[in-house]
């Protein structure tokens, strides 16, 4: 159970281009998802908390209008990088939090590479 | 702010040899400390959940403990498999709620030679 899954697992787009990440939580409903953000041989930092049918919470330091997260369903959020440059190659995880667990339970990532 | 300091950064083993992993915190309002395990190319794998001092849980050859500083992740006869980045995160209380915020240490490198 808890099974939590993100599409595309690997994008390579041109500079200037939007990509769009689906994360989806499949056997649990999720209120709030999470969007993390991890560089090569560094750790998770937050970009922002989603929550359903409500604006998204952005974390310090972190474009809203580059990084805009929807939260349309208690199982899917994505995060679109709108005008992509190669500075936001990275690899991107998301997570769900199951209810009354309090524990956060995350995708399996994905890695933009921006050409 | 809340602070997580993991350590060893890299902690290398032979197959068999235990050995604890450390993780050092400073959070307003423990709600709860969380263990992960990630492996290269992929999301964290959840372990464990700690809530309260003197708490302990057991998965298979690893063991978690926590006090009110520091939580303790212990390997027990580790495998090759056991070979993976051990995460710590801490998740503190926001006026009586808590919107899930984790913060995240560094992460412990293990390798298991056989």
């Known amino acids: 159970g808890a099974v939590v899954s993100q599409h595309p697992s690997r994008v390579i787009c041109k500079s200037g281009t939007s990509v769009k990440i689906e994360c989806r939580s499949l056997d649990f409903q999720a209120t709030t998802m999470f969007w993390y953000r991890q560089f090569p041989k560094q750790s998770l930092m937050l970009m922002a908390t989603?929550?359903?049918?409500?604006?998204?919470?952005?974390e310090q330091g972190v474009e809203k209008d580059k990084f805009l997260i929807n939260h349309a369903s208690l199982t899917l959020s994505t995060l679109t990088v709108t005008s992509a440059h190669p500075e936001d190659s990275s690899f991107y995880i998301c997570?769900?939090?199951?209810?009354?667990?309090?524990?956060?339970?995350f995708g399996p990532g994905t890695r933009l590479l921006v050409l | 702010e809340d602070q997580v300091t993991q350590s060893p950064e890299a902690l290398r083993l032979q197959e068999g040899e235990s050995s604890s992993l450390n993780c050092s915190y400073t959070?307003?309002?423990?709600?709860?400390l969380f263990w992960y395990r990630q492996d290269p190319g992929k999301g964290p794998e959840f372990l464990f959940t700690l809530y309260s001092a003197g708490e302990e849980k057991e998965k298979e050859r690893l063991k978690a403990t926590l006090t009110k500083k520091e939580s303790f992740l212990h390997i027990t006869a580790p495998k090759p498999e056991d070979s993976a980045t051990y995460l710590c995160?801490?998740?503190?209380?926001?006026?009586?709620?808590?919107?899930?915020?984790?913060?995240f240490g560094q992460g412990t490198i293990l390798t298991v030679h056989p």
């Open positions: 989603s929550n359903e049918g409500s604006k998204a919470t952005y």
């Open positions: 997570s769900a939090d199951l209810a009354g667990t309090e524990t956060q339970y």
């Open positions: 959070v307003s309002g423990l709600r709860g």
């Open positions: 995160a801490v998740q503190a209380f926001t006026g009586g709620t808590s919107y899930g915020k984790l913060t």
